[in-house]
């Protein structure tokens, strides 16, 4: 038997390795050599005890034919000729098993790999600062792994639209009724002459044929509102009773509130929302009659818990609040007027404070537009009229059948922070609309910090920045790369598989985050976001240097420096940014585009000079209303600060000085960003996407230095 169970082992090994192998190459692990090693070491175990058995039958069988064998503590002597025949089956078996082994480690593991064909698109071998592929890597030959074997690298999950197959061995391109990949050729109309297919996305909208004649009148009769909640207390209750007195005029138009309890422990249905414990504490118990419960016996987070809500949501408009709001009078008005008269509207309150104590309205108003970053991040923001952006959190209104065909939230992202972004984009890159509710105002509890505002609910941890990079990669398509390659989140996070996206684009026909920028181009074009340029500012050898950390500034405050010049620091990267407000800020004949001057790839901008010789920065206001943010660099190479005085330095302080005192400041090291490359590509070979505004928009500054 025990012969049997070493053949066995023996014949079992070829395909041993092979998995082994096969297994490193993919999966990545640490080193295969130990691991075959360890099967070596057991299979000489598994060969000695075997030996050491038969050594005592030889013995044994030679002893009672009165044969002359030896036995030893090491077993029987070599000059057996039992033993002979024993072991050299043996020693044939463990040579074969070693040649086997070297044959194997020695087959190169990029021919032996299939998934190591694939080619990973932000090699740094192929992409310069940017995230853009400049120039051909040299083909290298693969080392054999012989003395040390390099680790395998994991395939990084490659952005929407953006596959780039090793350049001898290019796809055909896929074709469907959606998009295409076919090119622009010279003589076209809309030829990019700087198209490279590794740079920019491959992909052309086309709209759907009869698209324009879609009726998107709905009649709607009822409203579900829905509450997701976690560790929320009294405040569910309090919550649901303000929904129901803000509708007493509304002629029965609400439904129902389902309000999802997602993990709260104890469960809201055992105490705070039970019948008994709110007649027992003085509160009206009939709130309830309109109340559904949904309960997550394990929190989901905010995405999850809106998910369940909104699926089981049976009312014409499903309208989601945050769990400690209180609607004001006859805020339902503009929601059912907006969205009858486009069911692929969101319609967004204005959100103003809520006093916890009394549960009332601290001041009318409010705000609700918000615009969105390349790294992901949203800023509230002014404008001329009430289409929003970007969602500020979690308060809006949409019709049920919109809810259904945009398919609610991405199932992938877990607690909190995202789903913002996400839902944006699903509506305006796919038909659909997001506006003010003028009027309609919700006080909203916001979080302060102490024990009547503060969270009982915990997130997984780095829940967030995962939700961000996959509304940023699933959405912004070229402009994605960005996050990659300018911020040190796109640089760490694993976003996973983002097929969610791709085939949501499909389904709807979705346009590509450039059609975005253009549709609020007084944000980002007027606003500056879009820098036609960025530049470093230089004088007396030195440069101005942002002293903090790329993207959003933590407490909304930085501070500028005078450092040594360094090319490779894009925190001494400017460019202009704020729209210019012609007769507010400048005269009613200025020129001037932008009021202010922007740190690249931050939100901050210019705001004063400090005593202690450094100047001091702030969250940029892109409408151009914050008049302490009103710089220029100016036609005599002077920084102008609020049209008074102008940027010196005195010994490597910055300070104010009159500006016929003020010492010049170069702008050297121009650079047009990628950001502003990606948006004109889609200008000059989408001018269906831009009928108005391809021509003018194409920046006149394609070679600064000239």
């Not at 309150?349 to 970053?373: F, H, M, N």
């Not at 289409?387 to 059948?401: A, N």
């Not at 979705?510 to 230089?538: A, H």
Request: charged share 25%.
């Amino acid at each position: 038997m025990s012969i049997l169970i070493n053949r066995a082992f023996f014949l079992l090994f070829i395909p041993i390795v092979v998995f082994f192998h096969k297994w490193y190459v993919d999966v990545d692990l640490p080193n295969i050599y130990p691991a075959l090693g360890v099967i070596s070491l057991l299979y000489i175990i598994f060969e000695f005890l075997i030996i050491r058995r038969l050594d005592v039958a030889v013995v044994n069988v030679a002893a009672s034919a009165d044969q002359d064998v030896v036995a030893t503590s090491a077993g029987i002597a070599i000059g057996s000729k039992a033993l002979q025949c024993m072991r050299l089956p043996f020693v044939c078996r463990l040579l074969t098993c070693w040649v086997i082994q070297f044959g194997i480690l020695s087959i190169d593991p990029v021919i032996y790999s299939e998934s190591a064909q694939k080619i990973d698109h932000i090699s740094p071998e192929i992409t310069d600062k940017t995230g853009l592929r400049t120039k051909k890597p040299q083909q290298e030959e693969t080392p054999k792994p012989k003395k040390e074997t390099p680790k395998p690298k994991k395939e990084t999950p490659k952005p929407l639209d953006e596959t780039f197959p090793p350049e001898e061995e290019k796809p055909k391109p896929k074709v469907d009724e959606l998009v295409t990949t076919v090119q622009p050729k010279p003589g076209d109309s809309n030829y990019d002459e700087d198209y490279d297919p590794n740079i920019y996305e491959q992909v052309i909208w086309k709209p759907e044929s009869g698209s324009e004649n879609v009726n998107l009148k709905r009649t709607l009769q009822s409203m579900s509102v829905v509450l997701p909640c976690a560790g929320e207390g009294m405040y569910a209750y309090k919550t649901a009773r303000s929904v129901i007195e803000s509708m007493n005029d509304s002629d029965g138009k609400l439904l129902e509130i389902v309000i999802v309890d997602d993990g709260s422990d104890p469960p809201l249905s055992k105490q705070f929302l039970n019948k008994q414990y709110l007649e027992d504490n003085g509160y009206d118990s009939k709130v309830l009659d309109m109340v559904k419960i949904v309960r997550h016996e394990e929190a989901k987070g905010l995405m999850g818990a809106k998910q369940a809500g909104g699926d089981v949501a049976k009312g014409d408009m499903i309208v989601f609040f945050d769990c400690h709001v209180a609607p004001q009078t006859g805020w339902w008005k503009n929601f059912f007027r907006g969205i009858s008269d486009n069911y692929r509207r969101i319609m967004i309150p204005q959100i103003t404070g809520l006093d916890v104590d009394t549960w009332t309205q601290e001041r009318s108003g409010g705000v609700a537009k918000c615009y969105v970053t390349f790294d992901g991040d949203f800023k509230w923001v002014d404008s001329d009229n009430d289409d929003v952006p970007i969602l500020s959190g979690g308060l809006l209104g949409l019709s049920r059948e919109w809810w259904l065909e945009t398919e609610g939230y991405d199932p992938e992202m877990h607690g909190w922070g995202g789903e913002n972004i996400d839902q944006s984009m699903r509506t305006w890159l796919c038909g659909g609309e997001m506006t003010m509710a003028v009027g309609s105002e919700v006080a909203h509890m916001w979080r302060k910090g102490d024990s009547k505002t503060r969270a009982h609910y915990k997130t997984p941890p780095g829940s967030k920045d995962k939700n961000l990079m996959r509304a940023t990669m699933g959405w912004f398509g070229d402009f994605g790369k960005k996050i990659l390659t300018d911020y040190p989140m796109g640089q760490s996070i694993e976003y996973g598989d983002l097929s969610v996206y791709t085939n949501l684009k499909k389904k709807l026909n979705c346009k590509p985050f450039s059609w975005f920028i253009w549709r609020f181009k007084t944000i980002y074009v007027d606003g500056g976001m879009l820098p036609e340029n960025t530049f470093r500012f230089q004088q007396d050898e030195k440069c101005l240097q942002y002293m903090g950390r790329v993207g959003t500034s933590p407490d909304g405050w930085g501070k500028i420096k005078l450092q040594e010049c360094d090319s490779k620091n894009d925190r001494q990267r400017f460019h202009a940014g704020n729209k210019a407000r012609a007769g507010l800020w400048f005269d009613s004949g200025d020129t001037e585009k932008f009021s202010g001057l922007r740190c690249w790839n931050t939100d901050q901008c210019l705001l004063d000079v400090k005593g202690s010789g450094e100047m001091g920065t702030g969250v940029c206001n892109v409408a151009g209303l914050n008049a302490q943010q009103v710089w220029h660099h100016d036609k005599n190479e002077k920084i102008v600060i609020n049209n008074d005085k102008c940027l010196s330095n005195n010994n490597g302080d910055l300070v104010a000085v009159k500006c016929e005192n003020a010492k010049i400041w170069k702008k050297i090291d121009i650079v047009i960003p990628s950001e502003k490359k990606y948006y004109e590509h889609a200008l000059r070979t989408q001018p269906n996407l831009f009928p108005k505004d391809s021509e003018e928009d194409i920046g006149t500054q394609r070679h600064p230095e000239a």
